[in-house]
């Protein structure tokens, strides 16, 4: 199994983007996924996570500008992000849980900055 992030790139403060991660491999069922990331310095942390059934989980201050969804039919789980600023220069990983196992993808780096 593997996770395949990509979307990311050089933002301009006030931006916005769209992040995915695919799961491939021999899958029978996914179920949670979500989005971390890691700044430079500081601890991975969780930006949002998704269940099977839909509901999001918002930690910390993302709620708002941070939109997480899911297409199962693709297995891929997506981040929409509005109003970038630049403390949201990161590593951003997604993760999900694919048969009772918890697999990270390789991380996509996001640059905000004029």
């Known amino acids: 199994v593997q996770l395949q992030a990509s979307g990311g790139g050089l933002v301009q403060p006030g931006g916005s983007l769209r992040l995915s991660c695919t799961a491939s491999g021999s899958i029978f069922s996914v179920n949670g996924m979500g989005w971390y990331r890691q700044a430079p310095g500081k601890e991975r942390e969780l930006v949002v996570g998704?269940?099977?059934?839909?509901?999001?989980m918002y930690p910390g201050s993302a709620k708002g500008r941070f939109t997480i969804s899911r297409d199962d039919t693709k297995k891929t789980v997506y981040l929409h992000v509005t109003d970038l600023k630049p403390e949201d220069t990161a590593v951003y990983y997604c993760?999900?849980?694919?048969?009772?196992?918890?697999?990270w993808g390789k991380g996509t780096q996001v640059t905000v900055s004029s």
């Open positions: 998704i269940s099977t059934g839909g509901s999001t």
């Open positions: 993760k999900a849980l694919v048969d009772g196992i918890d697999y």
